[in-house]
């Protein structure tokens, strides 16, 4: 069965500071990997989402940026965060063209301070 | 204009009602529809999918489509304060690789 890690689970970071976050899926080969921040009480705001090694297909310009550097390994990094970065940040996988929805992972609650 | 709409409530419904929980959206070909349930500080859980006008029942839950009207609802029988959750619509527009997420439905049961 497929399962999607993502970790941590929660990170206090200072303004101005650096961020990785890091995603993986096992059980499958090739899936489409997004991802998402959703800001206290509000929706679901698609950030980066990517079909295949080394495509990046980014949704909302700002600060943030995405990696995938192996098939199945999904990286949201920053060089410098705001206080604006802060929220719930959700990893997805999806098969080829998302016919079945995704999966979330257990998502990373990141709070700048 | 919003793609996919929900009311977002709060929806109050008594322990053992039956909640109906709804969603619009704008793209007549839009070909996959699911609902997610998210509790409070937990990540979004696929509940319910479905691809074809008409009815599809899982357990207590229950997915509408009407493709002509272009909305699709949630019916959650037996309502249980366990049940108590934000509820999201998603939408696969065209078939793509996105899908596009309603804000949401916060439903409430109470004892």
């Known amino acids: 069965s497929q399962t999607i890690h993502q970790w941590p689970a929660t990170l206090v970071q200072p303004v101005g500071s650096p961020l990785s976050l890091e995603c993986t899926v096992e059980?499958?080969?090739?899936?489409?990997l997004y991802w998402y921040r959703q800001a206290a009480g509000r929706g679901l705001q698609l950030l980066f989402y990517?079909?295949?090694?080394?495509?990046i297909s980014s949704e909302v310009p700002q600060n943030l940026s995405a990696s995938r550097p192996q098939d199945r390994q999904f990286i949201l990094s920053s060089k410098k965060l705001l206080l604006s970065d802060s929220g719930f940040y959700l990893c997805?996988?999806?098969?080829?063209?998302?016919?079945?929805?995704?999966?979330f992972g257990s998502g990373t609650r990141l709070t700048v301070v | 204009q919003k793609e996919v709409e929900q009311n977002s409530g709060p929806l109050s419904v008594p322990e053992g009602a039956i909640a109906s929980l709804n969603c619009t959206y704008s793209?007549?070909?839009?070909?996959?529809f699911f609902w997610y349930r998210q509790y409070s500080g937990k990540s979004p859980e696929l509940i319910m999918s479905?691809?074809?006008?008409g009815d599809k029942e899982d357990g207590r839950f229950t997915a509408q489509l009407n493709k002509a009207s272009q909305y699709v609802s949630l019916l959650i029988r037996d309502s249980q304060p366990s049940d108590s959750a934000t509820y999201l619509c998603?939408?696969?527009?065209?078939?793509?690789?996105?899908?596009?997420f309603g804000t949401g439905t916060q439903l409430k049961v109470e004892l």
């Open positions: 059980g499958t080969s090739n899936p489409n």
């Open positions: 990517s079909v295949g090694i080394g495509q």
């Open positions: 997805a996988w999806s098969a080829h063209r998302a016919n079945y929805g995704y999966t």
């Open positions: 998603a939408v696969n527009e065209r078939g793509g690789n996105k899908l596009t």
């Open positions: 793209d007549r070909v839009s070909q996959s």
């Open positions: 479905i691809y074809s006008n």
